[in-house]
């Protein structure tokens, strides 16, 4: 029999034989095609790569074949049975918590796979930037008056991440932070100098990351506050007393009380906080006192900033005594003499002679 086909019809022709025809059926699997991008953002010094990252295609709650496997820039594919699917990975390095699912694949990785088709998912991971946070501190218990903002705090990364970050102190704990650009590496802190009267503390980083000294590494997603507290140092004023004691004078200077604001002073070293003072001491009879000089004006008032040293002069110079001889006769008129002997010097050392009613000083 000779048998032809028409569509789904199928005509036989008679012959001598008796007429057979043979209908084969073949039933193939209806599959898809599924492909799984890994894609990798290190736009703030990450160093993952996509095979870092574990993924998973499950149906059930269940892995298919060949999964899970290391990720893969240019995509895994895998040929599935027509269903749903979840696209998933392994929780990912620290770091890298921005995950997105997109593509054929919804935002939570569920995709349906039909015959004949190709779908193809990306599950994106970008790196976190690091915080740094560089804080302030300023202890203006010595009379100083600086705020914070008078310093400008800096973190500077190195050749082969050239990122810098700096910016003035400010009131609070968070006086400069790092922003979305900021880059993983290792940064050197300073803070501004020329700022005489203030001590410097060693930096130190509290958080995650590495310290090692004014040094600190971040790895992606890391953060850190790392601070300097600058301390105002006290301010000395040295008070000088010259007694020349030229004319037989014997006063030394704890003869002379000094004062400083109307408080009691030393002649010689004071420890005090910066501000502005007037010195004064206790006049003694018998000496004539100058103008004070040096770093005092001559009324003695000096101002002093934070850790600053000045020098106060004041002179006291003893009076030259006077002797003065009067001499008297009675009943008659002679010339006499007489010597004037003393501690030298002695201004006039005499002999002289003189009559009824003399006088010599």
């Given at each position: 029999?000779?048998?032809?086909?028409s569509?789904?019809?199928?005509v036989?022709?008679?012959?001598?034989?008796?007429?057979?025809?043979?209908?084969?059926?073949?039933?193939?699997?209806?599959?898809?095609?599924?492909?799984?991008?890994?894609?990798?953002?290190?736009?703030?010094?990450?160093?993952?790569?996509?095979?870092?990252?574990?993924?998973?295609?499950?149906?059930?709650?269940?892995?298919?074949?060949?999964?899970?496997?290391?990720?893969?820039?240019?995509?895994?594919?895998?040929?599935?049975?027509?269903?749903?699917?979840?696209?998933?990975?392994?929780?990912?390095?620290?770091?890298?918590?921005n995950?997105?699912?997109?593509?054929?694949?919804?935002?939570?990785?569920?995709?349906?796979?039909?015959?004949?088709?190709?779908?193809?998912?990306?599950?994106?991971?970008?790196?976190?930037?690091?915080?740094?946070?560089?804080?302030?501190?300023?202890?203006?218990?010595n009379?100083?008056?600086?705020?914070?903002?008078?310093?400008?705090?800096?973190?500077?990364?190195?050749?082969?991440?050239?990122?810098?970050?700096?910016?003035?102190?400010?009131?609070?704990?968070?006086?400069?932070?790092?922003?979305?650009?900021f880059?993983?590496?290792?940064?050197?802190?300073?803070?501004?100098?020329?700022?005489?009267g203030?001590?410097?503390?060693?930096?130190?980083?509290?958080?995650?990351?590495?310290?090692?000294g004014?040094?600190?590494?971040?790895?992606?997603?890391q953060?850190?506050?790392?601070?300097?507290?600058?301390?105002?140092?006290?301010?000395?004023?040295?008070?000088?007393?010259?007694?020349?004691?030229?004319?037989?004078?014997?006063?030394?200077?704890?003869?002379?009380?000094?004062?400083?604001?109307?408080?009691?002073?030393v002649?010689?070293?004071?420890?005090?906080?910066?501000?502005?003072?007037?010195?004064?001491?206790?006049?003694?009879?018998?000496?004539?006192?100058?103008?004070?000089?040096?770093?005092?004006?001559?009324?003695?008032?000096?101002?002093?900033a934070?850790?600053?040293?000045?020098?106060?002069?004041?002179?006291?110079?003893?009076?030259?005594?006077?002797?003065?001889?009067?001499?008297?006769?009675?009943?008659?008129?002679?010339?006499?003499?007489?010597?004037?002997?003393?501690?030298?010097?002695?201004?006039?050392?005499?002999?002289?002679?003189?009559?009824?009613?003399?006088?010599?000083?």
């Open positions: 029999a000779t048998a032809y086909t569509g789904a019809n199928i036989v022709a008679g012959g001598n034989d008796p007429a057979h025809v043979v209908c084969t059926f073949t039933n193939e699997l209806a599959t898809g095609t599924l492909i799984v991008k890994k894609h990798v953002i290190n736009t703030n010094g990450g160093t993952k790569e996509a095979n870092d990252f574990n993924l998973h295609v499950k149906s059930g709650g269940v892995d298919v074949t060949n999964s899970p496997a290391a990720g893969s820039e240019d995509g895994i594919s895998y040929t599935l049975l027509t269903g749903d699917y979840v696209v998933s990975e392994d929780t990912p390095p620290a770091g890298y918590n995950v997105l699912i997109d593509g054929d694949c919804d935002s939570s990785g569920n995709v349906t796979v039909v015959p004949g088709q190709i779908k193809t998912c990306t599950i994106t991971n970008h790196n976190t930037p690091p915080v740094l946070t560089l804080n302030k501190i300023v202890i203006n218990d009379g100083g008056t600086l705020a914070e903002s008078a310093w400008t705090l800096t973190a500077t990364g190195n050749q082969i991440n050239p990122f810098i970050l700096s910016g003035p102190g400010a009131e609070g704990n968070a006086d400069v932070v790092s922003d979305a650009t880059m993983a590496g290792t940064y050197t802190l300073s803070e501004s100098t020329g700022l005489s203030y001590s410097a503390s060693q930096w130190v980083c509290t958080g995650q990351g590495v310290q090692d004014n040094q600190i590494t971040l790895d992606v997603g953060e850190a506050t790392c601070t300097i507290t600058n301390d105002d140092q006290p301010a000395k004023l040295i008070l000088v007393k010259h007694l020349p004691n030229d004319n037989g004078g014997t006063a030394t200077q704890n003869d002379f009380p000094v004062t400083l604001n109307a408080v009691a002073a002649w010689g070293e004071n420890v005090v906080n910066a501000g502005q003072y007037t010195a004064d001491e206790t006049e003694m009879t018998g000496y004539t006192a100058s103008v004070w000089s040096n770093g005092c004006s001559d009324v003695g008032v000096v101002t002093l934070p850790g600053e040293t000045k020098t106060c002069e004041i002179t006291n110079d003893d009076v030259a005594g006077k002797l003065k001889i009067i001499k008297n006769t009675l009943g008659g008129d002679g010339t006499f003499n007489y010597t004037v002997t003393g501690p030298t010097p002695l201004t006039p050392s005499v002999t002289t002679s003189g009559g009824t009613g003399s006088t010599t000083e």
